[in-house]
């Protein structure tokens, strides 16, 4: 029922509806260019009818869903809804490629309500952050223009940056609801992730903002 080419232009290099049904083990790419989810060896999420716009994935702690891009990224969006459970023990990653060479995207340690993320960081402070309630469903996005990085929640409502290094990031495979690296196991998200999209270009914040009125009002 998509026309891809139509609905997503090209510096989309990953769409995922993650509307793929129970039991599914691939999470087609929308964006046309192939980027099919794997769990890799990892479990697998659980399929949740009441996502944000249609079905979703529930992860509880142990899931990761692979993409297969390894681009080393200058500029870039990743944009992801979801649905915090509120438990807050720790570090949670929404999407990741790495942290000291790539970008790291989730919960601000065990801080509630608190999300952000940081590119190719080396030393303290980390990360840049936004406040978002938990137990209810948020966009967030994270963004790199050259040496500044943005995090946006609510469609652009609240936004923090700060300054990064503008050098490309590694090669690391970007994943979903954990660590890109594949041999880390702690720091995977516990909710429901409905939406994720990545960029090869910083979005504007108009697009966020209609993204986000589009989505949230229409669901």
């Not at 232009?9 to 192939?34: C, E, I, Q, R």
């Not at 890799?40 to 079905?55: D, E, F, M, R, Y």
Request: hydrophobic share 30%; net charge negative; with cysteine.
């Amino acid at each position: 029922q998509q026309n891809r080419d139509s609905t997503w232009d090209s510096s989309y290099v990953g769409v995922w509806h993650l509307n793929d049904g129970n039991g599914a083990t691939t999470f087609l790419d929308s964006s046309g260019n192939g980027n099919n989810g794997s769990t890799g060896g990892a479990a697998t999420p659980t399929w949740n009818t009441s996502g944000k716009i249609g079905g979703a994935y529930t992860f509880d702690g142990n899931d990761r869903i692979r993409t297969g891009i390894t681009t080393a990224f200058t500029d870039f969006s990743v944009e992801v809804w979801f649905y915090d459970d509120g438990d807050n023990k720790q570090y949670e990653r929404l999407a990741d490629k790495s942290f000291t060479g790539g970008f790291w995207f989730g919960r601000n340690s065990n801080t509630a309500n608190s999300w952000g993320g940081g590119v190719k960081e080396t030393s303290s402070p980390y990360g840049v952050f936004v406040t978002l309630r938990d137990k209810q469903w948020q966009q967030a996005l994270s963004v790199r223009s050259g040496t500044t990085h943005y995090i946006y929640g609510a469609g652009g409502a609240v936004i923090s940056s700060n300054t990064v290094s503008g050098t490309a990031c590694d090669s690391t495979e970007f994943a979903i609801g954990a660590w890109g690296n594949s041999g880390s196991t702690d720091q995977r998200f516990t909710g429901t992730i409905d939406e994720v999209r990545i960029s090869n270009i910083a979005r504007s914040s108009g697009l966020i903002k209609t993204t986000y009125n589009t989505i949230n009002f229409s669901s």
